[in-house]
């Protein structure tokens, strides 16, 4: 859980300029892990891409790397 947390953070500060506001915080229920991304203002847009796709890219990413360890996880990014 730990290294999909690390993953998130690599891919998300390669993308943003301001890399001290990254805040990831994770969320479990049950057998999901829910990711939680914020990041400084007027910067979501960068990770959330045109039409969403950067985003899905990010979570089809970390879901991949989750499923060695048979770990359900979903990725928020949050305002």
Do not use: H
């Amino acid at each position: 859980m730990e290294n999909l947390q690390e993953l998130l953070m690599f891919i998300v500060s390669s993308m943003v300029k301001t890399q001290e506001a990254i805040e990831i915080t994770n969320e479990v229920k049950g057998d999901l892990i829910t990711y939680q991304i914020r990041v400084a203002d007027g910067e979501l847009g960068r990770i959330i891409g045109k039409n969403g796709m950067t985003a899905n890219s990010i979570r089809g990413v970390v879901q991949a790397a989750a499923v060695k360890d048979k770990l359900n996880v979903n990725v928020e990014f949050l305002d």
